[in-house]
């Protein structure tokens, strides 16, 4: 019989279950200080909801300009662009917008992502865009109850 | 300390190792069509633990993809099942780790029992690339069974993350949560255009009931950590938690989950084979019918198959013989097959009841037999 290279020996054995148990019981323990609770089994955790609108703030404007279905028409240096929310992020959470929508992971966890996809989309705009930042408000729901309105934003540096 | 030590049947780890080939498959499959429907995670918004360096091109994910199929599929054929295994899952950890968005409890759940079943003796049997001579003769077989412990552990370290989870969360105790959950299914069967009764709207729609069901959630998971190594407590165990998958799975979208957890309670099944008799006779219908079963169905091997002596023939055509030596005839037969072959489990403690119902009315009939009788 072919023996596998995977067959440890006995000492290698228990080193490899020690090792094991340990490190899963760190990162279970460990999921718990993370917002979205990745890598930490718990399942089905919330049934909250998120609805996120997104806003811009466009130089020399102070009224934030909605973003209709998560596209705007950007300006910079006289070039004119259609740029779109939903052709850079396509988490199935994140993506839907101005719908209530259930926050999977929890509401905490949405929230942490949302704010990392606005700065990841704010960070690509174009070089001399009129587009100074993003401004999600996001309407919560946490487990059906507690209504809240919060406000993420991110500028362009 | 015999867990370090002890060597055991191998032969249900190979069973596992092919199951869980053909789940990593399928998961691999899925991501590959996600790959059509969402395009390249790295091309768009993504959240990477590793360094952003590490996550891979478009043409290196799509050859990931594939050394994890590869591997997947080594897994089911059993030739190098093993380290198909091991490459399969450590590639899915990998790319998970590449994109946090990516991450689902069920598809990491079933990466890590890729990954243990790698370490456990499972290329013993059901190697199908040797046709039907697929098992190894059962010296061969014997092999290490701590990493099939440390696959137990991780089945207890799931529902105690999942259940001690909920078990903090006032929401979840409440039934809060759950009852969310309910109203969110029921919006769903009504958009999918199969809307409930009213009396099932208006009964999931009771927060009693909500609560009554989170505490019951939270007690099975907390419970099912510790029952299941309890050797009185497991059979009952797999049966509860068997059920409770069953209808987490027709309740919510968990892919492959449910099933994931069927194959990881092969890892507490008892390792040894035939140590069960099922005795027969042959002459008889239902004796040739239960032969057929068994040898059918009996996919752990629970079950040497014999011919019932002439002497037992009058006290029925079929058998079963236990562990432990005690004999089940007549209605406990039922109870005794379904106990130990995983189609029929699940009508296990329907059976169990229905003989002991039978052997209660038996025991009052002979009793007032007995006392009826002349003084």
């Known amino acids: 019989m072919r023996r596998s290279v995977l067959e440890l020996g006995p000492p290698a054995r228990v080193v490899f279950a020690l090792v094991y148990v340990l490190v899963m019981v760190a990162v279970v323990v460990s999921a718990q200080r993370r917002p979205d609770h990745v890598f930490g089994f718990q399942m089905f955790n919330e049934s909250s909801t998120v609805n996120i609108h997104l806003f811009r703030r466009v130089r020399g404007r102070r009224a934030l300009e909605p973003l209709p279905n998560g596209s705007f028409v950007d300006r910079s240096q006289g070039a004119v662009r259609t740029l779109s929310w939903l052709e850079r992020v396509h988490d199935p959470v994140l993506s839907k917008l101005d719908t209530p929508t259930h926050a999977k992971y929890g509401l905490e966890g949405q929230l942490f992502r949302l704010q990392l996809a606005l700065d990841d989309f704010v960070g690509r705009l174009p070089e001399g865009s009129d587009t100074l930042g993003l401004v999600a408000v996001v309407e919560t729901l946490k487990n059906g109850r507690d209504p809240r309105v919060v406000r993420l934003k991110a500028e362009r540096r | ?375």
Request: aromatic share 12%; glycine share 10%.
């Open chain 2, 1 to 375: 300390m015999k867990w370090l030590t002890e060597e055991r049947d191998g032969y249900l780890l190979g069973l596992m190792r092919l199951l869980l080939g053909v789940l990593l498959c399928v998961q691999v499959w899925a991501r590959f069509d996600e790959l059509e429907y969402w395009g390249y995670f790295g091309a768009n918004f993504h959240l990477p633990f590793v360094p952003e360096a590490w996550v891979p091109s478009f043409a290196t994910y799509r050859v990931l993809l594939g050394l994890e199929l590869a591997g997947a599929l080594l897994g089911v054929l059993g030739w190098f099942g093993r380290e198909g295994l091991l490459v399969g899952s450590s590639i899915g950890i990998f790319l998970m780790l590449c994109d946090r968005l990516q991450y689902h409890n069920n598809r990491f759940s079933l990466l890590l029992f890729c990954f243990l079943c790698a370490f456990c003796p499972s290329d013993r049997s059901f190697l199908l690339y040797r046709g039907r001579s697929h098992a190894l003769p059962e010296a061969l077989r014997l092999g290490p069974t701590l990493p099939r412990r440390v696959m137990q552990v991780q089945v207890s370290l799931l529902y105690l993350s999942s259940g001690g989870s909920k078990l903090l969360d006032p929401d979840w105790r409440g039934g809060q949560t759950m009852l969310l959950r309910f109203q969110q299914g029921l919006e769903e069967a009504a958009r999918a255009g199969t809307p409930l009764p009213d009396w099932v709207v208006h009964f999931l729609g009771t927060p009693a009931l909500a609560s009554l069901g989170s505490k019951a959630a939270i007690s099975l998971e907390l419970s099912l950590a510790f029952a299941l190594w309890v050797p009185t407590t497991r059979v009952i165990a797999l049966w509860a938690g068997a059920i409770f998958h069953l209808l987490i799975q027709a309740s919510a979208r968990v892919e492959l989950f449910s099933w994931l957890m069927g194959v990881a309670y092969i890892a507490f099944v008892t390792p040894e084979l035939h140590e069960r008799t099922l005795r027969v006779d042959v002459r008889t219908t239902l004796g040739r019918a239960a032969r057929t079963f068994v040898r059918v169905f009996d996919w752990f091997a629970r079950f040497r198959i014999e011919e019932l002596p002439g002497s037992e023939a009058e006290q029925g055509s079929v058998a079963v013989v236990g562990r432990g030596g005690e004999t089940a005839r007549g209605s406990a037969v039922p109870a005794a097959l379904a106990r130990a072959l995983p189609v029929a489990f699940l009508a296990w403690p329907a059976c169990a009841l229905l003989a002991l119902r039978q052997a209660r009315d038996r025991s009052r009939t002979t009793d007032v037999g007995s006392s009826a009788g002349p003084g």
